[in-house]
């Protein structure tokens, strides 16, 4: 079946410009997780949704930095007023919540360049 | 605060085994995962440990000792495919967020 989705694939932005990014998770999969990660580092955890559960937001580095879950499966992540720190790549994840639920399966990421 | 400790390079030859070592130190834990990440690629799942032990998949065990804060994934018959970086990632609570450190380069040489 389709993985996760992401789009877009690249976005370059100027600094000071809002932009948002989506993720579509596995159909069926009820948990969703965003990260980044910046150029030769690890993955850096930035929110959660499980359900109808509020989102952990504990990873968002600032205010600046927020998210939505619709109809518990599409998810978008907006990042208001880019700095060139934000620039790296975003990744969502997504899991089933039954079974093997530590296993999450990434999407292809967006590359975000903030200039 | 939190921490992982991974070695940040290792090479070996096509068909020997590696070991590729994990401490962390966490406030909470749960379990501990291993990704693997090509370049420009997204990771991708190998293995979950929750208890003491070693965990068996194809070429790629994991091991973890809760009693150590250590783990360690085990590759196998190394193919050319395998020159990836890998992940040590635990996770603190039920939810499965990951925490990741920055990852160990496998360099496979014919």
Avoid at chain 1, 66 to 72: D, L, P
Avoid at chain 1, 78 to 101: F, H, N, P
Avoid at chain 2, 65 to 92: H, I, N, V
Wanted: charged share 15%; aromatic share 12%.
């Amino acid at each position: 079946g389709a993985g996760v989705s992401q789009s877009p694939s690249n976005k370059v932005t100027e600094k000071g410009k809002d932009v948002e990014l989506r993720c579509d998770p596995i159909s069926g999969h009820t948990a969703l997780y965003w990260y980044r990660q910046s150029l030769g580092q690890g993955l850096e955890f930035l929110i959660y949704f499980q359900g109808n559960s509020a989102p952990d937001k504990s990873g968002l580095p600032s205010d600046r930095f927020s998210a939505e879950r619709t109809g518990g499966s599409v998810s978008t992540l907006t990042i208001q007023r880019t700095q060139q720190e934000d620039s790296a790549v975003y990744l969502c994840a997504s899991s089933y919540r039954q079974g093997s639920s530590y296993e999450q399966y990434f999407g292809p990421g967006t590359r975000l360049t903030v200039t | 605060g939190q921490s992982l400790e991974q070695p940040s390079e290792v090479t070996a030859v096509e068909g020997a085994i590696v070991q590729i070592n994990c401490t962390y130190q966490t406030s909470g834990f749960y379990g501990l995962s291993w990704y693997q990440q090509h370049d420009g690629g997204a990771p991708t799942f190998l293995s979950y440990n929750a208890l003491d032990g070693l965990e068996e998949t194809g070429r790629f065990s994991s091991f973890l000792s809760r009693s150590d804060s250590y783990g360690y994934l085990l590759l196998q018959e190394l193919q050319m495919k395998d020159s990836a970086s890998y992940f040590c990632a635990p996770s603190m609570d039920s939810s499965y967020k990951l925490i990741f450190g920055s990852g160990t380069r496998l360099l496979v040489r014919p």
